[in-house]
């Protein structure tokens, strides 16, 4: 089994042991065994769900219709960057990896048994082992982390810096949700919401070339970068009516497809408004209460296709290949970089979005 040098046997951590229990621990470093690779973490995001997680957020604690999905003590993070320290010949020769290499886990590690993951949905796995919020595993908001056999790895050129690479989960994402909206040539496309998703939505967006392409936000900062991602048009609701200045540009039809990436219930009800018959509506967001909208205008009004986004199944290569090319304005994407105690000043900042978009953790301190 190949190795670095002075692997320690414990580590620096954050361990979520309850809704906005967080704690800086020194906990043992992951053992490996067969088909199992360890790392030492470079970065680590904080994602929107991670902030909505620590605040309280039912999906992840659970309500009396669902069963808790966070299950602490464990570490959080299921964005990231690391470096490979210690791998078996197998796993080295299975995935191409070797020591000293950066790489990225996709942020679920499938079962490769359900239903789903046989039909090659293997981002709907049931067991739905994602990094951060269970057991068998514990996230990256730590010095070193384990990747389980079974998980999907790629390798990270060392040319994109880390405080970069912790990016990839989130733009694999917003890719994915691009592609759930079948954008067309033809398609005015509105991306709500020019968060670290968001953005990445639009520069994917762009890559399909609709005819036009709106961003929308309420902070102009922010719409200001959506225009360095490749926006054509940028809107802010707290200053128009945005529902009308989408039909001025469409001829009084609305935008074809609309993907929400806001998770607060006001964007949802306008897009419902703004986009046209027979439309396609994409959901991309951790929300932190239910949503309640006129369900008579996805059927009977607009017959409108509505379709879900989760995780970033088949785009990590091409979110790699984005970063590796320089075709998005990290350097403004990647507001903040903190150390791994900061995680609640982080998290702070998530929630309150006026003055962040991605914010990084630095666990090595570099």
């Not at 299921?78 to 070797?98: M, N, R, S, Y």
């Amino acid at each position: 089994m190949a190795s670095s040098q002075d692997i320690p046997k414990e580590m620096e951590a954050i361990v979520c042991h309850g809704i906005k229990d967080y704690r800086f621990e020194v906990v043992p470093v992951p053992e490996i065994g067969p088909g199992e690779i360890l790392t030492k973490v470079l970065a680590v995001g904080i994602c929107a769900g991670d902030a909505k997680c620590y605040a309280g957020a039912m999906l992840f604690w659970g309500d009396k219709d669902r069963e808790a999905y966070c299950q602490p003590p464990i570490i959080p993070g299921h964005e990231f960057i690391c470096e490979v320290v210690k791998l078996d010949d197998g796993v080295a020769q299975k995935t191409g990896l070797k020591v000293g290499d950066h790489c990225i886990s996709e942020q679920i590690v499938p079962c490769w048994e359900c239903r789903f993951c046989k039909r090659g949905a293997y981002h709907m796995c049931v067991p739905h082992n994602i990094y951060g919020f269970r057991q068998p595993t514990p996230g990256a908001m730590a010095s070193y982390m384990k990747f389980p056999a079974g998980s999907i790895t790629h390798k990270v050129p060392k040319e994109i810096p880390a405080w970069q690479a912790a990016y990839i989960e989130p733009l694999a994402c917003s890719l994915h949700a691009v592609e759930r909206g079948d954008i067309q040539f033809s398609h005015v496309v509105v991306v709500s919401g020019c968060g670290p998703l968001g953005l990445g939505m639009v520069a994917g967006a762009k890559q399909k070339n609709p005819s036009l392409l709106i961003a929308l936000d309420m902070f102009d900062w922010k719409l200001d970068i959506a225009k360095e991602c490749g926006a054509d048009v940028v809107l802010n609701p707290s200053k128009c009516n945005v529902v009308e200045e989408v039909q001025k540009r469409t001829e009084g039809y609305g935008c074809d497809v609309y993907i929400e990436a806001t998770g607060h219930p006001s964007s949802v009800k306008q897009g419902l408004l703004m986009i046209a018959k027979l439309g396609t509506f994409v959901e991309y967001s951790v929300f932190g209460s239910e949503t309640t909208v006129d369900w008579t205008i996805i059927g009977d009004t607009k017959e409108l296709n509505i379709h879900g986004g989760h995780l970033g199944p088949g785009t990590y290569p091409k979110a790699i290949s984005m970063l590796e090319k320089k075709q998005l304005p990290m350097d403004r994407i990647i507001s903040h970089q903190l150390p791994l105690t900061d995680v609640v000043k982080g998290i702070d900042l998530v929630n309150k979005s006026s003055e962040s978009i991605k914010i990084v953790l630095l666990p090595t301190g570099k």
